[in-house]
T-cell receptor, first 116, second 111 residues
Framework: DTAVSQTPKYLVTQMGNDKSIKCEQNLGHDTMYWYKQDSKKFLKIMFSYNNKELIINETVPNRFSPKSPDKAHLNLHINSLELGDSAVYFC???????????????FGAGSRLTVL | GENVEQHPSTLSVQEGDSAVIKCTYSDSASNYFPWYKQELGKRPQLIIDIRSNVGEKKDQRIAVTLNKTAKHFSLHITETQPEDSAVYFCAASKGYSTLTFGKGTMLLVSP
């Protein structure tokens, strides 16, 4: 069973379109994250949710809107896509906050977004 | 906030050699230091971590050392093999807070 699964794995779209990436974890973790990895391989945190509540919102354009319907799911919706949004987006989860192992991350396989 | 610097950005070694990747951090309160390995086209995965109550931790061919006074920690890989080729990320955090990652080191092991 895949611990953290995200779909789609590949996404090719035109500038200006709106797209979503979905993420689900079956580990029973309380905290979920979205990371962006650009062509230089830098892993940049975008958002973090703990038990459906937003706890980290880095300097990300408001075209990016995360949604967590329950603690096992964290989706990412992107409006008005731009060329610079092309990257690999990784979902991750961890046990939670304030407990041992809370910051050990399990990553999904990544979603490669290409904006043309 | 925390700032993690990682060096070198690329490292090429011959199979069988040792490889060392170094990271420095800025927040003296940070006390958790993991290393993640990301093979080409794959997800990052935790390979080893260390908490500040120890100075060194080993797991087979990999080891991590921590110098809290100097605020730096290092990943050591001995007897490197081609399958060790990957991007390695260090990270730091305070308590159980969110990790701050370094910019990664691409390790290339030539047969």
């Amino acid at each position: 069973d895949t611990a953290v699964s995200q779909t789609p794995k590949y996404l090719v779209t035109q500038m200006g379109n709106d797209k979503s990436i979905k993420c689900e974890q079956n580990l029973g973790h309380d905290t979920m994250y979205w990371y962006k990895q650009d062509s230089k391989k830098f892993l940049k945190i975008m958002f973090s949710y703990n038990n459906k509540e937003l706890i980290i919102n880095e300097t990300v354009p408001n075209r990016f809107s995360p949604k967590s319907p329950d603690k096992a799911h964290l989706n990412l919706h992107i409006n008005s896509l731009e060329l610079g949004d092309s990257a690999v987006y990784f979902c991750a989860s961890s046990l939670g906050t304030g407990i041992s192992g809370a910051n050990v991350l399990t990553f999904g396989a990544g979603s490669r977004l290409t904006v043309l | 906030g925390e700032n993690v610097e990682q060096h070198p950005s690329t490292l090429s070694v011959q199979e069988g050699d040792s490889a060392v990747i170094k990271c420095t951090y800025s927040d003296s309160a940070s006390n958790y230091f993991p290393w993640y390995k990301q093979e080409l086209g794959k997800r990052p995965q935790l390979i080893i971590d260390i908490r500040s109550n120890v100075g060194e931790k080993k797991d087979q061919r990999i080891a991590v050392t921590l110098n809290k006074t100097a605020k730096h920690f290092s990943l050591h890989i001995t007897e490197t093999q081609p399958e060790d080729s990957a991007v390695y990320f260090c990270a730091a955090s305070k308590g159980y807070s969110t990790l701050t990652f370094g910019k990664g080191t691409m390790l290339l092991v030539s047969p």
